[in-house]
């Protein structure tokens, strides 16, 4: 993959997040009047038989509205909770070519225990930071 296009996709990665908590809000406050709605219109049908077919249409298509907006709420839930932010990304991807190449460098590897902890512990803080500010 192209380093330009990651750099580009990281940038819209908390775009997407938000997008995808707005769609899940949406369609969980929608999921909640269609049952209310479907409750409210039960109760006060419940009169006049004559109307039986009426409702059962109406009732189906509540239904399916309730389909969508599960389907929607579920899928946008996925994405919210299992997309990174672009900070959680950017630190995915240097970490593990910064890991890779200490790895592959003989000379890297001699580097002094102490400086290694250094930036383990400079990792373990930034990774802290950016999760409490997002």
Known sequence: MDNTFFIYLATRLSGIQAISVAIAIASGVM???LMLYRLIELDDNLVYEYKVEQITKRIEINNKKQKIARRFL???LFFAVFTPNTKEAVMI???GKTLDYVQK???LQKIPYKATELILKKMD???NDS???N
Do not use: C, K
């Open 74 to 76: 579920f899928i946008s």
């Open 131 to 133: 999760t409490i500010t």
């Open 105 to 107: 460098d003989t000379s």
């Open 125 to 127: 803080q930034y990774l």
């Open 31 to 33: 999921l909640v009047g």
């Open 93 to 95: 991807y240097a970490g």
